[in-house]
């Protein structure tokens, strides 16, 4: 995952905040949106601390969760955004990672990217002289798990020594909750198909920060006695072999039997879109333990957090 820290605050995967960084993240998030529940959604909040600020969000990957958030985030803040896209721009005509990080930096004050390769995002940083956020890549969804801490937290629970069961892909989602694990002292349980499992460079790393995972084949086991269960889409936008991977991960269903195997008070964590019948059932997905909109409304939360970290204004 990407590396250090200098005079500009990128947001590449949760290890560019650090731990502490993230619990601060959190603890305002929890702040602000208590704060302004009175609030229209797209009124500013009191203090509108990111006024006259301009986020670029640039998708190569189409968004409900991500571009609705970011923008409604940054209204919020006081800013706003300029929406780029790359059938309705240079990115998708040729134009480098590179000299698009050089102009959008003499333009806006930050930019959000949501693309497939990570390398992408790196390179976007790299040439960036105002702060890049991940959006989401292929390897990892720092936004989402900011998101999913909150509401794990909302729901009165503690982060360390927590115990989290994640079925089915080893995928972008999985290896920020494996990163969020290391830094935040909880524990994951991984269910996943042979032949599907997280990076193994991401695994060891939590493991080295302390964090317990587990990689099991037995969906059972790994949700005996979870605090929290958590599950993605098994086949993401433009991936291929649907039929295969559909097959190995079919076992991997989270379903009233699976749930009953958590914790009673256990919570359904789900990024979105669901497919309702493949990796939940229907019965989960609309049950009492099924926090996915919660969820899903903390993406603003998390985000306005996670800008005004980016810009200097949270966390040492």
Same mark, same amino acid.
């Given at each position: ?16 905040? /650090?731990?502490? &960084?993230?619990? +601060?993240? #959190? ?7 208590? &704060?302004?529940? @009175?609030?229209? $959604? ?8 990111? $006024? /006259? ?7 190569? $990957? ?15 803040? /006081?800013?706003? #955004? ?25 333009? *806006? ?5 949501? %693309? ?9 940083? &790299? ?9 989401? %890549? ?27 069961? !994640?079925?089915?892909?080893? =995928? ?38 302390? +964090? ?15 605090? *929290?269960?958590? %599950?993605? %889409? !098994? ?18 269903? #989270? =379903? +009233? ?12 964590? @789900?990024?979105?879109?669901? @497919? ?21 409304? =903390?993406?603003?939360?998390?985000? $306005?957090?996670?800008?005004? !970290? ?7």
């Amino acid at each position: 995952m990407s590396g250090g820290k200098g005079a500009i605050r990128h947001f590449l995967d949760l290890g560019d905040a /650090g731990g502490d &960084a993230i619990a +601060a993240m #959190v603890g305002d998030a929890i702040d602000r949106k208590a &704060a302004r529940s @009175h609030l229209p $959604k797209g009124a500013p909040d009191p203090d509108a601390p990111l $006024k /006259g600020r301009v986020l670029a969000l640039v998708f190569e $990957k189409n968004s409900t969760r991500t571009r609705v958030s970011f923008d409604i985030a940054m209204r919020q803040l /006081g800013g706003s #955004v300029l929406l780029l896209d790359s059938a309705s721009s240079q990115l998708g005509r040729g134009e480098s990672i590179a000299d698009t990080a050089r102009v959008l930096s003499r333009m *806006v004050d930050g930019i959000m990217l949501r %693309t497939d390769d990570h390398a992408k995002i790196e390179e976007m940083a &790299a040439h960036a002289s105002v702060p890049v956020i991940n959006g989401l %890549t292929d390897l990892s969804h720092p936004c989402q798990i900011v998101a999913d801490l909150l509401t794990v937290i909302e729901q009165g629970k503690a982060l360390p020594g927590l115990e989290v069961a !994640w079925f089915g892909d080893g =995928n972008n989602v999985l290896h920020s909750i494996l990163e969020a694990a290391g830094l935040m002292k909880f524990n994951v349980r991984v269910a996943v198909p042979q032949g599907y499992e997280p990076d193994p460079a991401i695994v060891a790393l939590a493991r080295e920060r302390g +964090a317990q995972v587990t990689l099991t084949q037995d969906a059972a086991a790994a949700a005996r006695g979870a605090d *929290v269960i958590v %599950t993605d %889409t !098994w086949v993401s936008m433009g991936q291929a072999h649907a039929e295969e991977k559909l097959a190995a991960m079919a076992p991997y269903q #989270v =379903n +009233a039997a699976l749930m009953g195997e958590a914790k009673p008070d256990a919570l359904f964590l @789900h990024c979105l879109p669901a @497919h309702v019948g493949e990796e939940v059932s229907e019965e989960v997905f609309e049950g009492p333990q099924s926090v996915v909109f919660d969820e899903a409304e =903390n993406r603003i939360h998390a985000q $306005k957090s996670v800008l005004l !970290w980016a810009f200097g204004l949270l966390g040492e």
